[in-house]
């Protein structure tokens, strides 16, 4: 016992993660709440487990969170599945007809006692008993286009049981007919087409039905090729034949038909044409949808003219309930329509038939070889809420966990194993049965289902008084239940709740934030709709009001806690929607340039800088101008920083540079009036830079220089006027000159002495007389 406890602890301990989420969302008052919580919940059966005023719902848990918070192991209360085989009898090998039923299928009967949620497995072994007896029912089509196709099946008799003693010692063959309904527009309704529907020229023909069963099943050779010989063409007007009609009265009318209850049924449907189905009848007027019965009169189906076609999911169902599998062999213009009904029939195959039908015994065994090589484990209907999965085990399996199993390629006489897993969701009323079966065999394993989901706790003192709740109450798996007048984790406080309300307001506000009810002095805090509880010593904690992100609350990343997403590891935001990574944030190895945080992957800047990497501050004071003193106090030792330089301007470094190029730059007056010109580069962090410097300020000359600068000037000007005036005045002296010398040349007067300085021995020659 102490085994199989362990074991099972350890099973639930390994499924721990599971149930977390399972346990804290329901509404757990009792043990049994808990049971049916989840499959892997337990209860914590322990006095004193729980804490003042802590619900009792902490009592269920998983097994390793319920030892973690101190509950032993003895008073770990859980509910584990059940199975019984009832009966199992073994495999048969071969048939033999001595035996009542040969088995394929073992176990036969097994019934299981389910946890809700919890899965039970358990293998299912089917082996193909070698001779297994085999049922063929040959239905032909016996309209007109057919007729050279029952000329060859009245001469394939001895072939077909020839090929069938091949499969088996133990097989049986029928034959039936089928046209379509004796109505308009199906079939000509004139009297005399209804008794002779073929051409005049054909004399061997008989007069039109809907279906008609010629032969039972039988091992004579003989009376089967007599009774096909007896078969005649007959007619109707339409293409599509009533194909459904008769493979349903077939697999109805078993006992008209002669199925046995030991063997492998085949209905082997042969046809030219495609089918009517359900609906198809109100072109005749029929309205009565068909019935699902036998209705065979002297071997003829008599309603015919009265109800309509089956559909396909009628005549699948009976198909699958009688066990029959069906073989369509058609010829290439209706092919591609009956493989579209085979996906709709289960265990059905289409073969390819020959224009006269002359390949019909090979198509009829390889579909045989197909049918029976390929075996498909299914369940009937099945009780609400329980689910059902197959895993197969075998050479060339089908998919593992889906609601059929399949295994390819058996061989007859070899065994293969099913693993077949139940689960139910919920707790069921009452035992439900459903049944187990390969398709087209009847060999069936029955399942009996009951759920268990109580807990059987083992108190001491059950049923009377006990001192752990203060003798006025009864111990319940743990837990207290209060007599009359009496309320409280013990039982210890009477049901006046005036003095208890006080220290339950937070604020003075309202009693529990009016989400719980303050007992004993303690909130113990109400549940919500969807099963979680509020929480907090004032139930003022709700896990679902959290942020959401995609309709998930915390993105499904993340737990909801007190209205704040706790995230799980590798994912960040305020609903988790974000995985970490600062990608997108970081450039040269900074992250948002140090003036901002990543948060999901980009960048929240500080005030003023925009994203996507916080480089640009528009809204911030131009650095050019911020940063002016700091300049010509680092490069120049002057101005208003010039004494505290290294302090005030420890976030910016300099260098000076012969020239800054043609990239954008500062050019600013300093405080001594000089032109400063630098270039700045903001670097990481927030009013870090870097300046560089022109090597000289273009800075203005002294006042001294300036103002002798100006009387020289001046004094130049007044000596160079005064020069120019000189200049001027002896030009014009110059000019007067000139005129004077001119005038005096052209004077008359010649040169003589004046005759007031003559002397005695002077000669005076007149002018005028120059001479002879």
């Not at 809204?619 to 005030?648: I, M, Q, T, Y």
């Not at 000359?701 to 006027?721: F, Q, T």
Request: aromatic share 6%; charged share 20%.
């Amino acid at each position: 016992m102490k085994s199989s406890y362990s074991l099972l602890l350890l099973v639930l301990m390994l499924s721990s993660g599971v149930c977390e989420e399972v346990c804290s969302r329901a509404q757990i008052n009792s043990c049994s709440d808990c049971i049916r919580t989840g499959p892997f919940c337990a209860w914590c059966q322990q006095l004193n487990f729980t804490k003042a005023g802590e619900q009792e719902a902490v009592r269920c848990d998983t097994v390793a969170k319920l030892r973690t918070r101190g509950c032993n192991g003895e008073d770990i209360i859980t509910v584990i599945n059940h199975r019984t085989v009832v009966k199992d009898q073994p495999l048969s090998q071969t048939f033999d007809q001595k035996e009542k039923e040969p088995v394929q299928l073992r176990p036969q009967e097994i019934r299981l006692k389910l946890r809700p949620g919890l899965p039970v497995s358990f293998s299912v072994h089917f082996k193909q008993v070698q001779g297994y007896p085999v049922d063929l029912y040959y239905l032909m089509d016996l309209s007109f286009s057919m007729n050279d196709d029952l000329q060859n099946v009245k001469k394939l008799g001895n072939q077909l049981f020839t090929a069938l003693e091949a499969i088996t010692q133990h097989g049986r063959i029928g034959f039936g007919a089928f046209v379509d309904k004796t109505v308009l527009p199906f079939t000509n309704t004139n009297p005399q087409k209804l008794q002779k529907p073929c051409d005049n020229s054909l004399v061997a023909c008989q007069a039109a039905f809907g279906y008609r069963h010629v032969l039972s099943l039988t091992q004579s050779k003989e009376q089967f090729r007599i009774e096909v010989d007896k078969q005649h063409i007959s007619g109707n007007l339409d293409s599509p034949e009533g194909s459904l009609d008769a493979m349903m009265q077939a697999t109805v009318c078993g006992d008209r038909i002669g199925w046995r209850n030991s063997s492998t049924r085949l209905l082997v449907l042969t046809t030219d044409a495609g089918f009517h189905m359900a609906g198809d009848g109100k072109l005749a007027g029929i309205l009565e949808p068909n019935d699902e019965r036998c209705h065979l009169h002297n071997n003829l189906y008599t309603s015919s003219s009265n109800t309509d076609y089956p559909s396909v999911g009628q005549l699948a169902l009976q198909l699958e309930k009688q066990n029959i599998q069906p073989i369509f062999a058609v010829t290439d213009e209706v092919y591609d329509i009956y493989q579209e009904l085979s996906k709709m029939i289960p265990k059905s195959v289409v073969g390819r038939l020959s224009a006269d039908s002359s390949n019909v015994v090979k198509l009829i065994t390889d579909a045989y070889n197909s049918l029976s090589s390929k075996v498909t484990l299914t369940h009937g209907p099945l009780p609400e809420n329980v689910q059902v999965t197959y895993s197969p085990k075998c050479d060339d399996p089908g998919p593992s966990g889906g609601s059929t199993g399949v295994c390819n390629g058996v061989q007859q006489g070899k065994e293969i194993t099913f693993e077949v897993q139940v689960v139910s969701s919920s707790c069921l009323s009452s035992p439900q049965t459903f049944s187990i079966s390969p398709l087209g065999i009847k060999d069936s394993l029955t399942v009996t289902v009951e759920s268990d989901c109580d807990c059987k706790c083992h108190d001491k003192l059950q049923g009377a008084l006990h001192p752990h709740c203060s003798f006025q109450g009864t111990v319940e798996c743990g837990m207290c239940r209060c007599t009359e007048g009496f309320l409280g984790q013990f039982c210890n406080c009477s049901s006046d709740r005036r003095a208890q309300t006080e220290s339950c307001r937070r604020d003075n506000g309202t009693e529990c934030e009016g989400r719980g009810t303050c007992v004993c002095g303690r909130c113990q805090c109400h549940s919500k709709p969807s099963g979680t509880f509020y929480h907090g010593a004032f139930c003022e904690c709700d896990d679902e009001q959290c942020d959401y992100h995609l309709n998930e609350l915390c993105a499904g990343k993340g737990k909801c806690h007190c209205g704040k997403c706790q995230c799980n590891p590798g994912y960040e935001g305020d609903a988790c929607q974000c995985a970490v990574s600062r990608e997108s944030c970081t450039r040269n190895g900074a992250e948002c340039n140090g003036r901002g945080t990543c948060k999901c992957n980009a960048c929240e800047c500080d005030s003023g800088y925009l994203p996507p990497l916080c480089l640009l501050c528009p809204s911030c004071p131009d650095p050019c101008n911020a940063k002016l003193s700091c300049v010509e106090c680092l490069a120049f030792d002057v101005g208003p920083f010039k004494k505290n330089c290294s302090v005030a301007c420890s976030s910016v470094s300099h260098q000076k540079v012969p020239h800054l190029g043609n990239a954008r730059h500062c050019e600013l007056k300093d405080s001594e009036g000089c032109w400063v010109r630098y270039r700045l580069q903001q670097l990481v962090g927030r009013d870090r830079y870097s300046a560089d410097v022109l090597e000289q300020r273009d800075c203005p000359p002294s006042l001294v220089a300036i103002v002798a600068a100006s009387v020289a000037s001046v004094a130049l000007v007044g000596i160079l006027l005064l020069l120019l005036v000189k200049l001027l005045l002896y030009m014009r002296d110059l000019k007067e000159f000139r005129r004077f010398e001119n005038e005096k040349k052209k004077s008359r007067w010649a040169q003589a002495d004046n005759p007031l300085f003559k002397n005695a021995t002077t000669t005076v020659t007149n002018p005028t007389f120059t001479g002879e």
